[in-house]
C-alpha cells in the first residue's frame, strides 16, 4: 500500500484520527516534542510523567500548563498514550501496566522505540488497546527545535494492517513522513541507523579532537563544508562517492595515518583500522580500488590490526 502524501492530509475523513487526549510517559527528549506537534495538529495533551529534574524542566518547556502525573494516570486520562522510554524498560513498562489494570479497552498504545515492533506491545493488545509503534528517525535535542525537525522526518511504522491507516495518519499530523517497516525487520531497520547516525557522532567528535591536536583553531568550520559534501555525495551515489586514500590504494598515507594515530591517539586507531578496511573491501567491490594497489593497502591495515591486538 502505498503511503500518504506526508505534505498533505488524509482526504477520507474515516481515516483521520479524531481529536484526542494525549498523554506522555517518560518526558525524555521524545515523548514531549511528539506531544507538543501532536497539540499543533489539534489534539489535546493532558498528563505527562517524568522523574528527573531535566525530565521536569523539559515537560515545564515543551508541554506548558499539562500536569505532571504518575505514569498510571497518564493512563487513565489519555486516549492516546506516548510510551516513550528506553528500549530496555519498554517490556517491562507494558506488562506492569497490564498487571495493574491500567490499559483501557481501546486506548491507542504508542511507542517510540526503533528495535520493537508492536509485539513487545502484545499484553497491552490482550488487555484491549490498539498497539502502535512510530520510530521517529532524528535525533532529539529536548527543546522546541525539534517540532520544527520533523517537518519531513521519516518515521518508522509497525502496526496491525487494520491500524495502518491510523498510525499514518498521525505521523501526517506530526509533519513526518511513514515508511512502513515489517516486525521482523524492526531491529535491523535501528542497526542501520544507529550505524549512520549514532556512529557519525562518534566519527566526526574524533575528527574534530584530532584537528584540534593538529593546530587547527576552528574544527568545526573546517569539517563543516567537507563532512557536509561526503553526506550529499554519498546519498546521492552510494559507494561511488568514495573518495581518499583507502579508495584510492594509497599504503603509504595510511600507514602515516595508523603511525600518527598510535602517537597521538592510540584509542581510535582500531575504529580507524575497522573503517579503512570496511572501506576498502567496498571500494574493490565497485571497482574504485585497483585489484593490483588493494594488496599492499590490505597489508597495512592487517599488521596494523595485529599490532592493536
Known amino acids: ?67 505532571l502525573v504518575t ?43 526503533g528495535r520493537f515492533g508492536t509485539k513487545v506491545l502484545d499484553p497491552a493488545l490482550r488487555a484491549g488497546a490498539l498497539p502502535l509503534a512510530l520510530h521517529p528517525a532524528m535525533t532529539f535535542t529536548g527543546t522546541l527545535v525539534d517540532v520544527q525537525r520533523l517537518a519531513g522526518c521519516s518515521f518508522g511504522v509497525t502496526a496491525p494492517e487494520e491500524l495502518r491507516l491510523a498510525a499514518e495518519a498521525l505521523v501526517i499530523e506530526m509533519g513526518g513522513e511513514p515508511e512502513w517497516i515489517a516486525e521482523e525487520n524492526r531491529a535491523l531497520y535501528h542497526a542501520a541507523l544507529a550505524l549512520g547516525a549514532n556512529h557519525l557522532v562518534t566519527l566526526v567528535a574524533e575528527a574534530m579532537e584530532l584537528l584540534r591536536d593538529a593546530g587547527v583553531a576552528a574544527p568545526d568550520r573546517m ?32 600507514a602515516a595515518h595508523v603511525s600518527e594515530l598510535r602517537k597521538h591517539a592510540p584509542q581510535t586507531v582500531a575504529g580507524y583500522l575497522a573503517m579503512a578496511r570496511a572501506t576498502a573491501d567496498r571500494a574493490l567491490a565497485h571497482g574504485l580500488l585497483k585489484p593490483e594497489l588493494a594488496e599492499d593497502l590490505l597489508g597495512v591495515l592487517a599488521t596494523g590490526s595485529e599490532e592493536t591486538r
Not at 1 to 26: C, F, H, I
Not at 85 to 91: G, I, T
Open 71 to 113: 505514569p498510571a494516570e497518564v493512563l487513565a486520562r489519555a486516549d492516546l498514550v506516548l510510551l516513550t522510554v528506553p528500549d530496555d524498560v519498554l517490556p517491562g513498562l507494558v506488562e506492569g501496566f497490564v498487571e495493574t489494570g491500567s490499559i483501557r479497552p481501546g486506548q491507542l498504545l504508542v511507542h517510540t522505540s
Open 1 to 67: 500500500m502505498t503511503p500518504p502524501n506526508p505534505r498533505s492530509e488524509p482526504t477520507d475523513p474515516k481515516d483521520r484520527p479524531a481529536r484526542l487526549t494525549v498523554g506522555v510517559v517518560g518526558a525524555g527528549r521524545v515523548g514531549p516534542a511528539l506531544a507538543a506537534s501532536l497539540q499543533l495538529a489539534g489534539h489535546r495533551p493532558v498528563a505527562v510523567s517524568g522523574v528527573s529534574d531535566s525530565s521536569v524542566r523539559r515537560a515545564a518547556t515543551m508541554l506548558p500548563d499539562v500536569p
Open 223 to 254: 569539517l563543516g563544508p567537507l563532512l557536509g559534501a561526503a553526506l550529499d555525495n554519498a546519498l546521492r551515489s552510494g559507494d561511488a562517492a568514495l573518495t581518499g586514500p583507502v579508495a584510492r590504494g594509497d599504503a603509504g598515507t595510511v
